[in-house]
T-cell receptor
């Protein structure tokens, strides 16, 4: 069964304290791995798509990387406005385009 | 840039009533997905449509049905509502190219009392 596990469940950082979120996955075949940001009561906001091991993408203070078993979302010098739940999702190759989500990491950045 | 539009944003219904949720995808997107997110849960895939045809089906109850219309908007119809149907319902859209990127709408919060 396709599975996505995110860790930690919650993370508290001080402003400027860099860290990483982990997303490990077990799938029959990976078409793509997606990172989203979700604020309370709002829709997931697309951040990145990664397709193959070794791929990296950056956007402002965020950098996403991918290996054959996991992905990391690195947050450099975070600000309070980076506080949100970060969701990782996979799309399995072979037909279905549905996203299978992890439970998310709730990030809180204190000023 | 235009985003996915969902209506209504909030909906309160009683048990056994029906509800219709609407989704307007990003212009030129040809695929629509519906997800359900319960309190404190991750989004769960319900159903998807590509070019007005159902393309995939997930854990959608038989009480729910959906369709995509000629203008590509989609509607999720929910009947015999139960308390457990209370959740956020998201619509996402994508263009079936090589990116497979799905863009989500703001959601409809359904409360069943």
């Amino acid at each position: 069964e396709d599975q996505v596990t995110q860790s930690p469940e919650a993370l508290r950082l001080q402003e400027g304290e860099s860290s990483s979120l982990n997303c490990s996955y077990t799938v029959s075949g990976l078409r793509g791995l997606f990172w989203y940001r979700q604020d309370p009561g709002k829709g997931p906001e697309f951040l990145f798509t990664l397709y193959s091991a070794g791929e990296e993408k950056e956007k402002e203070r965020l950098k996403a990387t991918l290996t054959k078993k996991e992905s990391f979302l690195h947050i450099t010098a975070p600000k309070p406005e980076d506080s949100a739940t970060y969701l990782c999702a996979v799309q399995v190759s072979g037909g279905s385009e549905k996203l299978v989500f992890g439970k998310g990491t709730k990030l809180t950045v204190n000023p | 840039a235009a985003g996915v539009i969902q209506s209504p944003r909030h909906l309160i219904k009683e048990k056994r009533e029906t509800a219709t949720l609407k989704c307007y995808p990003i212009p030129r997107h040809d695929t629509v997905y519906w997800y359900q997110q319960g309190p404190g849960q991750d989004p769960q895939f319900l159903i998807s449509f590509y070019e007005k045809m159902q393309s995939d089906k997930g854990s959608i109850p038989d009480r729910f049905s959906a369709q995509q219309f000629s203008d590509y908007h989609s509607e999720l119809n929910m009947s015999s509502l139960e308390l457990g149907d209370s959740a956020l319902y998201f619509c996402a859209s994508s263009l079936r190219d090589n990116s497979y990127e799905q863009y989500f709408g703001p959601g409809t919060r359904l409360t069943v009392t």
